[in-house]
């Protein structure tokens, strides 16, 4: 299956997280005594919880969300039923995002709650086969759980700086004097916790980034068109590119994560693409796909900058995508 290996990618991103936490929690038990650990194990409980259950209420908020029936929009319920009966799940909740940027996105806390979304914009501008193969990339999300599993380690971060913060202050004002013994152990803490921060996020942004390319893979799987899926991203990326940078990141800057696509870096990701569109007609075909796969490359720099995006640079994620044809 060729999915394997992007799953056991991410079984491995979920391991290395739980391996920082548990980490953290033995530095604090050794510092501080066997019992302290249980408040903050207690703390990551109530936040993940916290975190899972009111989760897509402020994704639907956010993203503008308007669940519409089958009457509304038949073939966009069509394509999903389809997909979601060769995918093994249950049809998703079907919603339209009334956000002026080309999307479609997925969340909820099971399989069964889940919902699929797509922007106007979005529908407007791509053929059938290609909305297939965006459905199909959010609809693999579903069926690999990987929505629920991010929402979950983005938390461990949280962990970390709250342990970070706590810690530090504490021992900032509480170490001076007779405590200056108990404030060094605090500080010591601090400084693990806050270290443990920064490497927890950039494990949480490659999870991210394994996702979408296992969310790719699995559209590639359902549709047997790597090209549609390709060809859809350019045009996504296109459509975000128009838009004003200032205004995507003012209102959507921290919902980057529910998009197919980084709004954030479409401008510079359309002049890489480009290179794909051979005959310059605004898609990408499967003898198209296949060529650029062959030839472009991403430089160093650009590999170095994708340490710390929530999405898999373009150019790679398009070059893996011929490797399905």
């Given amino acids: 299956m060729r999915t394997a290996g992007l799953s056991m990618r991410m079984g491995f991103a979920v391991l290395l997280l739980f391996a ?3 980490a953290l929690l033995a530095v604090i038990a050794t510092f501080m005594g066997a019992g302290t650990p249980l408040l903050y194990a207690v703390i990551a409980l109530v936040l993940v919880s916290v975190q899972f259950f009111i989760g897509p209420k402020i994704v639907e908020r956010s993203m503008r969300v308007r669940y519409v029936s089958e009457q509304e929009q038949p073939e966009l319920h069509r394509i ?3 997909l979601a009966m060769k995918a093994g799940i249950p049809k998703p909740r079907v919603g339209i995002s009334e ?3 080309p999307n479609a996105f997925a969340f909820g806390t099971s399989k069964k709650t889940a919902r699929v979304c797509v922007t106007r914009s979005l529908m407007q501008m791509l053929t059938r086969d290609e909305l297939e193969a965006v459905l199909g990339h959010e609809l693999s999300h579903i069926r690999h759980r990987d929505m629920v599993v991010i929402t979950a380690l983005s938390v461990i971060p949280m962990i970390c700086y709250f342990i970070y913060f706590s810690f530090f202050w504490s021992g900032l004002f509480g170490g001076g004097g007779r405590n200056r013994e108990s404030g060094l152990p605090m500080m010591a803490i601090a400084l693990i916790a806050f270290v443990l921060y920064f490497i ?11 996702r979408e390319y296992y969310a790719d893979a699995g559209s590639a799987e359902l549709t047997n068109k790597p090209h549609e899926l390709a060809s859809a991203l350019y045009k996504m990326i296109y459509g975000s590119a128009g838009q004003k940078q200032e205004k995507i990141k003012k209102e959507f800057g921290s919902m980057r994560a529910f998009f197919a696509a980084d ?3 479409a401008r510079n990701d359309l002049k890489d693409l480009r290179a794909a569109d051979l005959d310059r007609n ?3 075909d499967e003898y198209e796909l296949r060529v650029f796969s062959e030839r472009a490359s991403v430089n160093r720099t650009e590999r170095l900058m994708e340490f710390f995006s929530t999405h898999p ?3 790679s994620r398009v070059k893996r995508l011929g490797t399905y044809l």
């Fill in 20 to 22: 920082v936490i548990y």
């Fill in 313 to 315: 640079n373009p150019v």
């Fill in 99 to 101: 956000i002026p940027i």
């Fill in 200 to 210: 927890s996020n950039l494990i949480v942004l490659y999870a991210s980034r394994v």
């Fill in 282 to 284: 605004g898609k990408i």
């Fill in 263 to 265: 709004p954030m870096t």
């Fill in 80 to 82: 999903v039923t389809e």
